[in-house]
């Protein structure tokens, strides 16, 4: 499979971007445990264009997470070629366009998912950008606004047909938010589509090596893309990655070893912004760890854990569990 110039092995797993997720800390993790592609958490074409320093800073990447793509969102041509000549400046491998975000703040505004109502508007952003710049751009975008409304099928050719170099399709409708089960089944009709010749890429319910298997056997996508199941679980990729290649899963991936990267990914972010604010970055990634889930008697563990303040406060919870391990742990 490539994007534009970029090659991927076999069947490629991508890390998607997420806000307030995938900062560079967490993409080189990521990137560690053998993600194909990782991507930056999005940025608002609006805010980048009035130079808003902590959106400026979501542009820094690193060479060792290559190949790294930069995702925008907004809903206007101008601001979005613009802030797309200055993403340029930064070096990606791609530019993702974000058309797919459901959240109010985003898609009330018409931006994000936003566009799904507005799929002239969409297109002319896309047209456009492909225009202004020399990197290849993707989309990344959902089934529709809602169930009334499963317009992927048209809507990935007229894509297409404004110079993209790839698609991601999320399963769901923006109304469904994330709630009930993504439908992979439009995803693979786009696949299936014999118009459609760039790469297509499948997202939505990737929680486990089995789904990812899934994804590619059952509906014929040329890569797969996981999202929350990331949170707290960075090595999901070398699971899924062992799975798609024969492998049996690792055995050196026990609880102990799974609470040291827990730990790494702590002290990554207390050192790359300040001890309080890395350490409330990483409480996303401990609330959702699958490690804890179904420790009896956890619970006041898990509220001192999320209420630490200090540095040595939660790496001394984390260190009692590494000495003391549960007898009982689902992983």
């Known amino acids: 499979m490539k994007i534009g110039n970029i090659t991927f092995g076999s069947r490629p797993v991508f890390l998607a971007p997420m806000e307030d997720v995938t ?46 793509g930069i995702q925008l969102y907004g809903r206007d041509v101008e601001a979005m070629v613009e802030a797309a000549k200055i993403v340029e400046q930064a070096a990606p491998d791609l530019i993702d366009l974000n058309f797919g975000c459901p959240v109010k703040k985003v898609a009330s505004k018409g931006a994000g998912a936003g566009m799904l109502r507005n799929i002239p508007l969409m297109l002319d952003i896309t047209r456009e950008v492909v225009k202004a710049v020399h990197v290849p751009v993707t989309v990344k975008t959902r089934l529709g606004w809602d169930a009334g409304s499963i317009i992927i099928g048209d809507l990935a050719e007229q894509l297409q047909d404004c110079g993209i170099s790839a698609l991601t399709i999320h399963g769901r409708t923006r109304s469904q938010m994330y709630t009930g089960e993504a439908d992979w089944n439009p995803i693979g009709e786009v696949k299936r589509n014999p118009r459609i010749h760039i790469p297509i890429i499948g997202n939505g319910d990737i929680t486990s090596p089995e789904e990812a298997l899934r994804a590619f056997e059952c509906y014929g996508v040329d890569a797969v893309m996981v999202g929350r199941a990331t949170f707290g679980r960075p090595w ?38 300040d001890e309080y604010r890395g350490i409330l970055h990483t409480r996303r990634h401990l609330a959702a760890s699958p490690i804890f889930k179904g420790i009896p008697n956890f619970r006041a563990t898990r509220i001192a854990m999320l209420r630490a303040e200090r540095m040595d406060e939660l790496t001394a919870i984390l260190e009692e569990l590494r000495r003391n391990p549960p007898e009982y742990i689902t992983t």
């Open 23 to 68: 900062d560079i800390g967490f993409r080189l993790l990521c990137k560690r445990f053998g993600a194909s592609m990782v991507y930056t958490e999005f940025v608002s074409a609006e805010a980048l264009v009035r130079s808003v320093r902590c959106t400026l800073n979501k542009l820094v990447i690193s060479e060792e997470e290559r190949p790294v």
């Open 236 to 273: 999901i990729f070398r699971e899924i990655r062992r799975l798609l290649d024969g492998e049996d899963p690792d055995p050196a991936m026990d609880f102990a070893w799974k609470l040291d990267i827990l730990e790494e990914q702590l002290r990554i972010n207390v050192e790359r912004i």
